[in-house]
């Protein structure tokens, strides 16, 4: 399982051989299995697979290719909904209408989702992790139609690769493992743990095509700009509202 963790590869290209549905539902129990706050699973995937589906929530996730190619579109919710229901039903009133409840129920979906993109790799299939979903989270409620106190939080695609990529670059250990208590960080320490990633011929040409001095300045100016992470906290703000979990 370490063996399958460390060859991780974001697959972006898919075959065109389908999923079997039994396949499938082993991942999804082998994600399911994973940890979850209070033992509460607060948490609910949406399977897509029809390509009608796939076509309609592309412009969701900004047109990338991996929805409509994939054999299957994985979103992963929040999900306080139905345990709400069960509480009521049982005379009992929930009180999970605030951000707290929010963070629980995404902490735990996204505990389900790097189970399922591990289970999944295990089998041979390959994924990618899509970041979009909370920039566009008043939309992806709409077209899968989730209720109040449900709000999806990431999503992932699946299928048998089509492609062979290179590993994305990582940060060493160093940069991110604390022992005992936090180490802040010298001049000297971020020259040292970021040197690799400058360093890479990719990263290079990246930071000459954007036509930037830095390769900070291609996530500060042009990949995440500060403009477009306020537009997106605001709507995922009015999204968490609108579902419940903020007054």
Same mark, same amino acid.
């Given at each position: 399982?370490?063996?399958?963790?460390?060859?991780?590869?974001?697959?972006?290209?898919?075959? $065109?051989?389908?999923? +079997?549905?039994?396949?499938?539902?082993?991942?999804?129990?082998?994600?399911?299995?994973?940890?979850?706050?209070?033992? *509460?699973?607060?948490?609910?995937?949406?399977?897509?697979?029809?390509?009608?589906?796939?076509?309609?929530?592309?412009?969701?996730?900004?047109?990338?290719? *991996?929805?409509?190619?994939?054999?299957?579109?994985?979103?992963?919710?929040? $999900?306080?909904?139905?345990?709400?229901?069960?509480?009521?039903?049982?005379?009992?009133?929930?009180?999970?209408?605030?951000?707290?409840?929010? *963070?629980?129920?995404?902490?735990?979906?996204?505990?389900?989702?790097?189970?399922?993109?591990?289970?999944?790799?295990?089998?041979?299939?390959?994924?990618?992790?899509?970041?979009?979903?909370?920039? *566009?989270?008043?939309?992806?409620?709409?077209?899968?139609?989730?209720? #109040?106190?449900?709000?999806?939080?990431?999503?992932?695609?699946?299928?048998?690769? +089509?492609?062979?990529?290179?590993?994305?670059?990582?940060?060493?250990?160093? #940069?991110?493992?604390?022992?005992?208590?936090?180490? +802040?960080?010298?001049?000297?320490?971020?020259?040292?743990?970021? #040197?690799?990633?400058?360093?890479?011929?990719?990263?290079?040409?990246?930071?000459?095509?954007?036509?930037?001095?830095?390769?900070?300045?291609?996530?500060?100016?042009?990949?995440?700009?500060?403009?477009?992470?306020?537009?997106?906290?605001?709507?995922?703000?009015?999204?968490?509202?609108?579902?419940?979990?903020? +007054?």
């Amino acid at each position: 399982m370490i063996d399958v963790l460390k060859k991780h590869r974001t697959i972006r290209k898919y075959s $065109d051989k389908d999923i +079997d549905n039994a396949l499938l539902n082993d991942i999804l129990e082998a994600g399911i299995r994973a940890s979850t706050t209070g033992n *509460m699973q607060v948490y609910s995937i949406i399977v897509t697979r029809d390509e009608k589906k796939k076509k309609e929530l592309a412009p969701f996730h900004f047109n990338q290719p *991996m929805i409509t190619g994939a054999p299957v579109v994985l979103t992963f919710c929040a $999900d306080f909904n139905r345990f709400n229901k069960w509480c009521r039903q049982r005379n009992a009133e929930p009180g999970y209408d605030n951000f707290l409840s929010f *963070m629980t129920a995404a902490i735990d979906a996204l505990l389900v989702a790097q189970n399922v993109c591990v289970a999944a790799e295990s089998k041979g299939l390959g994924i990618c992790y899509l970041g979009t979903t909370t920039y *566009m989270a008043d939309k992806i409620i709409e077209q899968l139609k989730l209720p #109040a106190g449900v709000v999806p939080v990431t999503t992932v695609t699946l299928g048998y690769p +089509d492609e062979n990529p290179e590993q994305t670059d990582r940060l060493p250990l160093e #940069a991110v493992v604390h022992n005992e208590s936090y180490k +802040d960080y010298s001049t000297e320490d971020i020259d040292r743990i970021y #040197a690799g990633k400058e360093n890479r011929e990719e990263n290079k040409e990246f930071v000459k095509e954007n036509g930037k001095e830095t390769l900070a300045q291609v996530f500060t100016d042009i990949r995440y700009k500060k403009a477009d992470n306020e537009h997106f906290s605001k709507v995922l703000l009015d999204v968490l509202k609108n579902q419940g979990f903020l +007054d």
